[in-house]
């Protein structure tokens, strides 16, 4: 899980990668929330936890559809 949710950068400004590291952490939050509370069955003394049926990989795979579709892509980059 740790390098799923990982930024490729080569920004040097430690601010922004803070920023990166925080916005993994939050990302997988929400996941780990998501999971316990929509795809999770109370048992007994525990909890089942289905999260074979929401992964991590689908759950970046729709954000990263979701801003594609909002911001559009970048497929080339001219130099001048």
């Known amino acids: ?4 949710c ?3 950068t080569t920004i040097k400004n430690p601010t922004i990668r803070f920023l990166f590291v925080a916005l993994a952490f939050l990302i997988i939050n929400v996941w780990i929330y998501l999971l316990w509370h929509y795809l999770s069955s109370l048992r007994r003394s525990s909890r089942k936890v289905f999260s074979h049926l ?6 970046l ?3 990263r559809q979701t801003i594609d579709r909002n911001y559009g892509v970048v497929r080339e980059v001219y130099l001048t």
């Open 1 to 4: 899980m740790k390098n799923q």
């Open 54 to 59: 929401f992964t991590l990989k689908q759950m």
């Open 6 to 8: 990982r930024i490729k």
């Open 61 to 63: 795979e729709f954000l």
